[in-house]
């Protein structure tokens, strides 16, 4: 089992979608949101991610494909 | 020993031991480095300063170390009046804190003297950087001062030729077959599963206090005040929020007049998650694909951007982007009028002086520091369209024929 703390940013036309409770049914992932900010127009979440590295690999995946951006929480680490 | 008493999450005010980490378990908020100011005050003096080495480390009680420091002969850098760039913009008084003369030519060996320092301090033996260049630089000079293994990953398609700044000090390069998020994700990874310092990983609340020695710096270097703005490159952010941490510790410690400086951050506008959000009003920053020759400031994720917001905002500062055209206008007008040559961060700086200057948030008269955080030898290759030369034959005659000129 291994933790991801991840960033999910939502464009306004996915925000009322049940987008992490389908990521923990789908996929075997234990979802834990830390921090959170929902509008009417977008809206973010900080969460983290428990289970198996191939789990939460195409979770991921699948959140992307749906039209979710996913970021690291810690930042991008890759610096000039 | 040092004054160091905690790591604090700057959201929730959780507290955690000093030891290698960054996030908050709780909220996964970053950590950031908390003292007993109080025991620090009997400890300093504006005269004790003044007569300590002439490095970063005059500021050694201000910062979290407990051992021997690793020192490659960071900081102290010049901070010149710009008179002729100040009469160019319209400032009266105008300085310049050129931290491009640092060893490893930019302000990255503040951060990276600490973080070696404590990654030392820790037992660690290998330390670790993802990074296209300042960042990679540095680690690997401070890692060869004090023999430990340097591993650095940069992404797949960065030019080789660009890396012998870093590969001088024969560091570990590891070329990752991926794009810049693939880098991202595998040090995230990596970070977790070895035990390395990584130098803005775990060890990121100490690396991040480095900066503060900048503001330190410019605030003795003016007789012991704080400019009334400055102008600050940002990429994570992380610099501009620890300027005003540096400015906020001194005023503490009565070594200042209560602070007052307007904080201004400056972006490409190819990568400005930080300015698009102070624009919009929002307090979230949203993540961007990065879009620019200032590759050194170039984070579309940046990781301290809620809090580099915040600090322009409280301190009645702003935030300004300029394009890339715009910023090597900068580059030229440094070098034209102060001699000196900064990389497209500082033209960037420079740019959006101009911009602040012209739309009048800063004024003639106050007193304006720009922060010039890398060297311009750096990033040569954005400005191969400025060489222009006149060829002559090798004999007088030419030479005089071409340029009118005669004896
Ligand atoms: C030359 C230069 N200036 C400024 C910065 C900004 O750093 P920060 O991530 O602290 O905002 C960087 C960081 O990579 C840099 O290389
Ligand atoms: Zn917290």
Sequence with gaps: MVKRQVMFTFPQELIKEPIIYNLSQQFTVVTNIRRADISEDKGWVVLELEGEEKDIEQGIAWVISKGVRVDPVIGDIVEG | ?407
């Excluded at chain 2, 507290?15 to 709780?26: A, H, K, S």
């Excluded at chain 2, 698009?276 to 949203?286: Q, T, W």
């Design chain 2, 1 to 407: 020993m040092g004054y160091a008493i905690a790591l604090r999450c700057r959201k929730c005010g959780r507290e955690y031991p000093l030891e290698p980490r960054n996030l908050c378990d709780f909220c996964l908020s970053p950590l950031e480095v908390n003292y007993d100011y109080k025991s620090m005050a009997k400890a300093v003096s504006r005269e004790k300063f003044a007569g300590g080495p002439q490095s970063m480390w005059r500021y050694r009680e201000l910062l979290p170390v407990d051992s021997e420091v690793v020192d490659i002969g960071t900081g102290f850098t010049p901070l010149v009046k710009a008179d002729n760039l100040g009469q160019k913009l319209g400032l009266e008084r105008l300085y310049i804190k050129n931290d491009c003369l640092n060893p490893t030519y930019s302000f990255k060996d503040r951060v990276v003297s600490v973080a070696i320092t404590k990654a030392r301090e820790f037992g660690f033996d290998t330390v670790a950087c993802a990074s296209t260049g300042n960042l990679a630089a540095s680690v690997a000079a401070h890692a060869a001062k004090v023999n430990m293994n340097a591993y650095v990953f940069v992404p797949s398609n960065m030019e080789p030729g660009k890396l012998a700044g870093t590969a001088i000090y024969n560091p570990v390069l590891v070329t990752v077959d991926g794009s810049y998020d693939d880098v991202n994700r595998l040090c995230g990874k990596l970070a977790a599963r070895y035990n390395w310092g990584f130098i803005n990983i775990n060890l990121r609340p100490y690396y991040a206090e480095g900066s503060k020695t900048l503001a330190y710096e410019v605030a003795e270097q003016s007789g012991w005040c704080a400019p009334d703005c400055v102008v600050v490159p940002a990429a994570s952010g992380l610099l501009f929020t620890r300027i005003w941490k540096g400015l906020d510790e001194l005023a503490m410690l009565g070594l200042i007049e209560p602070v007052n400086t307007h904080m201004y951050l400056s972006q490409a506008a190819g990568c400005s998650p930080i300015v698009n959000a102070f624009a919009a009003g929002s307090i979230h920053v949203h993540p961007v694909e990065p879009d620019t020759i200032a590759k050194s400031i170039a984070i579309g994720n940046p990781a301290d951007g809620y809090y580099a917001l915040r600090v322009a905002r409280q301190s009645g500062g702003g935030a300004s982007a300029v394009t890339d055209e715009e910023a090597v206008a900068g580059m030229r007008l440094l070098a034209e009028t102060e001699g000196i040559f900064a990389e497209a961060a500082g033209g960037v700086v420079i740019a959006a002086l101009k911009k602040l200057v012209a739309s009048g948030l800063i004024k003639k008269s106050e007193l304006t520091v720009a922060f010039i955080t890398g060297a311009g030898s750096k990033t040569q290759e954005i400005l191969s369209d400025i060489v222009q030369t006149s060829t002559i034959k090798p004999t007088p005659e030419s030479f005089e024929e071409v340029f009118g000129v005669s004896v």
